[in-house]
């Protein structure tokens, strides 16, 4: 087999051929890779880490109205921005709002997505329209709901006064306010989160409930131990994007509240748009929101840490 | 000078251990040639180097005499055909089959040509415009054969082109590929973990294990004359019976429990005074009606195959089979005799595994078929 | 297995409250959109229903530019999302090169930078491109997604890797069987990426919002904004008219694409 053992100095010689081929064929590939990835390295560059190390930049300095830097101040702007009542105020606002609507969300969601879940006859038309607030815009449901809490022709307000209560100032009241937007976007998120939440129900596999039936299991005994540990990934990926999205509300508050009253609904991202493009204090505005990247990346961490241990992956 | 040549070929993933080592082989051209072994023993990927899917980690590849270590797949003019056929599933048959050809700007007159012939030979005439997942198994498996043909190319790698199709058209599609390979004078490397197939379709078989070749050689060669204990279970079924053994005065005892007499045999040098694990085929063991060396046997397990029947018994702590010709009436616990003889033993070294003497019987065997 | 019929009824009454009180803000601005102002107004059952306030809201408002507006951002951002996220989603699956890994981290890492709190020095970036009021300034910086990225990941990740090195055998290079192999196998994906990717164009709101000035490349949303904001008279029914026509598209969409969009986005989300 092995009569033509090639002499050694031959073999070197071959061996530095082989090295280079390599060399030039691993240029290549990575070339090649480079181009496939370039577009989407390119623009999340210039429009997303480029804007975020500005954003940072930004965020020590005072700027003219049109956000060129003036004058270095330090951290005078985190320090204005931890001292003033208004961002206080502004903070409470959101981490509330963010209880308020991610809980309610997911529970109501999952209740419909069990429902759904049925095999009953006509079944797509209810899951249909429980998708259905997905594909209504914000703006648009902003709308839908302005009027729902008009204070005097408002469909809730009209039931009030039926039942013989009082009316109350959903967007005038303070104490009412951020319950109303919270209301608003419980109901334009449940579309999304009932999608992926049926779908989640529907990947488990059935002969899991076909042996739980066998062994006599009851409806509620096998929600518990076969559908929500089963969900598990489902629930987590929905949680943590219903808690990145409140904390990214803003159309809702542009139309139905401005941040008003009293800044009660001046949510984040509401604040820093208020401040950089009313005020043009853009040196502030971006310590808000150097403030709201730290939150989300946090966020992020802590639900990566803590799905790594309670979720149950199959 | 071989058709393919492989040089000391290594293979590591992860620059540690090494998958594959020290392979040295030549395959001629023309030749259908099978490499078989158990699963991860690293078949796939000596096959994938050859194809140039796989890096080289060490050593030289030579196709038709040029070096090919370095060479895309494109530049080796071979063709393949995958386990689970690798057929695109949004492309008809006819295109499926014309893929290559495409890819490589042949001119459409000779496409057509070329399509019509292999269609008309693996029978796809009728099947061209569908898709791949309106085809049974069986008609999925010739579309992948007949991209393979329509190529050209000289040389043919399949990776287990079998192991998805039923039993009835495994034995079917084994021929038919076997007097494709023929006619088309094409130089076929075979990948299969299934011996039965090496046995039947190898003009030359390589068994490899743990990424080493154990043994090269024609089927009846791997059979006969097993390399080591390895080879020895690896190749037949039911697998060689093997037993430890040792010389004894004039008789050789196994597994402390069965005693053999040598009768006139005389014993070579090379088998005294060592440790031995003898080797035994069950079609060797016949049910002894001759007076002469015959052992008593409880049977533990019989099955009834139809034109012969095995018989399982214990030798010591080992299970052995015999395989008789014709259709016994025996039972589980039924004590019979049944022959055995020194004469048809394999012997190997106890330590090594490495064979030390072939059985007489078929040497004499080999001599009268030339 | 079926359901004994008491439990049938039972599943039927929850699932038409729920289905009630989920869509009764939708129905109540659709059934105002045809009702006249007064009737609004003062509550009572409608007298009559008409077109009228869908007419008031064409001729008081461009809506028709804004709709073909939101039309062309919408099918731009699609397609760029599309096409970057398909290349991209390849050269994770089929190319092996050094730096892949690190590559991939990094398109993770974009998923915890909102666009929010990079949105001033976006609007400077817009800005001094002067493409403020044009359509690039409303669509390129939505090009790249990570999310679209690992759901066609995902969806690549389940073509064998067989078919690559079939074509490599025959010397197919990377860009053709990119076009000619993965694209068309995993056509659903990409409709479903597709889809999602223009429903949430179509529904953008703050970042049109800042980027349009006058009406040359304004978007429905915004439209809709401006109507309900100068409609002094505060006519309910013009405006839920406006809000409707703005629904449709995506509703229809949705409707359409429902279960794709379910299988996709679960498909996305876990694995
Ligand atoms: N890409 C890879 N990275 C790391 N190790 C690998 C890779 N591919 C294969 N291996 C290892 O190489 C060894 C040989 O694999 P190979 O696929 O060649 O086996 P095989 O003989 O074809 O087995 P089978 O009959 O199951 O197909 C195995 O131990 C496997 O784990
Ligand atoms: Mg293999």
New binding site residues.
């Given amino acids: 087999m092995s009569m033509t053992k090639p002499m050694p100095d031959a073999l070197e010689i071959q061996e530095i051929n082989f090295e280079s081929v390599k060399r030039k064929q691993r240029v290549k590939s990575f070339t090649k890779g480079m181009l496939f990835l370039l577009p989407s390295i390119v623009l999340f560059g210039v429009f997303l880490f480029y804007p975020l190390f500005k954003t940072m930049y930004l965020s020590f300095f005072l700027t003219n109205a049109r956000g060129e830097t003036t004058v270095f101040v330090g951290l005078q702007n985190y320090i204005e921005m931890f001292t003033s009542p208004i961002f206080h105020q502004s903070m409470k606002s959101t981490f509330l709002f963010v209880l308020y609507t991610v809980p309610t969300t997911i529970i109501i969601a999952l209740l419909l997505a069990v429902l759904a879940n049925e095999k009953l006859k006509g079944i797509g038309f209810f899951r249909t329209i429980f998708s259905s607030t997905m594909g209504i815009s914000v703006a648009a449901a902003s709308v839908f709901w302005l009027y729902m809490f008009h204070p005097s022709i408002g469909f809730l307000n009209r039931i009030l006064n039926l039942i013989g209560l009082e009316s109350i100032g959903w967007l005038t009241d303070p104490n009412w306010a951020l319950i109303a937007v919270a209301v608003t976007t419980i109901w334009m998120n449940l579309g999304f989160t009932f999608l992926v939440l049926l779908g989640g129900l529907q990947s488990i596999d059935s002969y899991l409930y076909e042996s739980a039936d066998i062994d006599g299991a009851g409806y509620f005994y096998k929600l518990r131990r076969i559908t929500i540990p089963m969900l598990s990934p489902t629930l987590f990926f929905v949680i943590t994007v219903t808690i990145i999205n409140a904390f990214q509300t803003f159309g809702q508050i542009d139309i139905l509240t401005q941040g008003g009253p009293q800044n009660t609904t001046n949510l984040i991202v509401y604040s820093i748009y208020r401040e950089a493009f009313s005020n043009y204090q853009f040196g502030t505005a971006s310590a808000q929101a150097i403030v709201l990247f730290i939150i989300i990346l946090v966020m992020t961490i802590i639900q990566f840490k803590l799905g790594e241990r309670k979720v149950h992956y199959q | 000078m071989g058709y393919i040549e492989l040089m000391g070929i290594s293979?590591s993933?992860?620059k540690q251990s090494n998958?594959?080592n020290g392979i040295d082989l030549t395959i001629e051209k023309g030749e259908f040639f099978v490499l078989v072994?158990?699963?991860?023993?690293?078949?796939?990927?000596?096959?994938?180097m050859i194809a140039g899917l796989?890096e080289i980690s060490g050593g030289t590849l030579k196709i038709s005499g040029e070096i090919v270590n370095h060479l895309p797949p494109k530049n080796r003019n071979l063709s393949m055909v995958f386990?689970n056929y690798a057929l695109y599933p949004h492309l008809s048959v006819e295109q499926n089959i014309l893929f290559g050809l495409h890819a490589k700007k042949i001119d459409k007159e000779i496409q057509r040509k070329r399509l019509e012939e292999t269609a008309e030979m693996m029978g796809l005439s009728e099947l061209l415009k569908r898709k791949p997942r309106e085809l049974s198994g069986g008609q999925r498996q010739r579309v992948a054969l007949a991209r393979a043909v329509v190529s050209e190319a000289p040389l043919c790698l399949m990776?287990?082109p079998l192991s998805n199709l039923d039993a009835k058209l495994r034995a079917n599609m084994r021929i038919e590929i076997r007097r494709l390979q023929k006619r088309l004078g094409l130089t076929m490397v075979y990948?299969t973990?299934d011996q039965v197939e090496a046995m039947t379709m190898g003009d030359r078989i390589m068994v490899?294990n743990d990424?080493i070749i154990q043994q090269v050689g024609e089927p009846i060669e791997l059979y006969n004359k097993p390399a080591n204990l390895f080879v020895a279970t690896f190749i037949g079924s039911p697998k060689m019976n093997l037993g430890k053994a040792v010389l004894k005065d004039s008789k050789l005892l196994i597994e402390n429990a069965l005693e053999v007499p040598l009768e006139q045999m005389e014993v070579p040098t090379s088998l005294q005074n060592r440790d031995l694990v003898i080797g035994l085929r069950a079609e060797h063991m016949p049910h002894g009606s001759e007076q002469h060396q015959i052992q008593k046997v409880e049977i533990v397990n019989v099955e009834h195959l139809g034109n012969e029947t095995l018989i399982s018994f214990e030798v010591g702590t080992e299970l052995w089979t015999a395989k008789w010709l014709g259709q016994w009436l025996v039972q589980v616990g039924d004590i019979v005799p049944i022959h055995i003889s020194v004469e048809n033993m394999c012997f190997f070294d106890a330590d090594t595994g490495c064979l030390i003497q072939e059985a007489a019987f078929s040497q004499k065997q080999e001599v009268v078929s030339k | 297995m079926t359901m004994p019929i008491s439990k049938k009824i039972l599943f039927y009454f929850l699932l038409s409250i729920a289905a009630l009180v989920v869509f009764a803000p939708a129905l109540m601005a659709f059934v105002m959109s045809f009702m006249e102002n007064k009737d609004i107004m003062t509550g009572t059952i409608p007298q009559s229903l008409s077109f009228d306030n869908y007419l008031k809201a064409f001729e008081q408002f461009p809506l028709l530019k804004y709709l073909f507006n939101s039309l062309v951002v919408s099918i731009v951002i699609t397609i760029g999302q599309l096409v970057l996220s398909s290349l991209a989603a390849y050269a994770f699956v089929f190319l092996e090169f050094k730096g892949r890994d690190m590559l991939f981290f990094l398109f993770i890492a974009t998923m915890m930078v909102p666009f929010e709190a990079s949105i001033i020095p976006n609007f400077h970036i817009i800005r001094d491109l002067n493409w403020i009021d044009q359509y690039p300034g409303l669509t390129v910086p939505f090009f790249a997604t990570a999310f679209g990225t690992f759901l066609l990941r995902q969806n690549f990740k389940q073509i064998p890797k067989e078919l690559r090195e079939a074509s490599q055998i025959v010397g197919m290079g990377d860009f053709k069987f990119y076009l000619k192999v993965v694209l068309p196998v995993a056509k659903t994906s990409l409709v479903t990426l597709g889809a999602y990717g223009f429903l949430t164009s179509w529904n953008m709101y703050l970042w049109p919002l800042l980027s349009t000035t006058n009406d040359t490349v304004r978007t429905v949303q915004i439209g809709l904004k401006q109507l309900q904001t100068q409609e002094q008279l505060n006519d309910w029914g013009v405006i839920m008219s406006g809000a409707i026509i703005v629904i449709i598209p995506t509703l229809i969409l949705l409707f359409l694409g429902q279960k794709q969009l379910q299988k996709g986005l679960t498909e996305g989300a876990i694995k």
Avoid: A, F, M
């Fill in positions: 293979k993933y992860n998958v594959l072994g158990p699963s991860g023993s690293g078949k796939s990927t000596l096959l994938r796989e386990q990776d287990e990948v973990h490899l990424g």
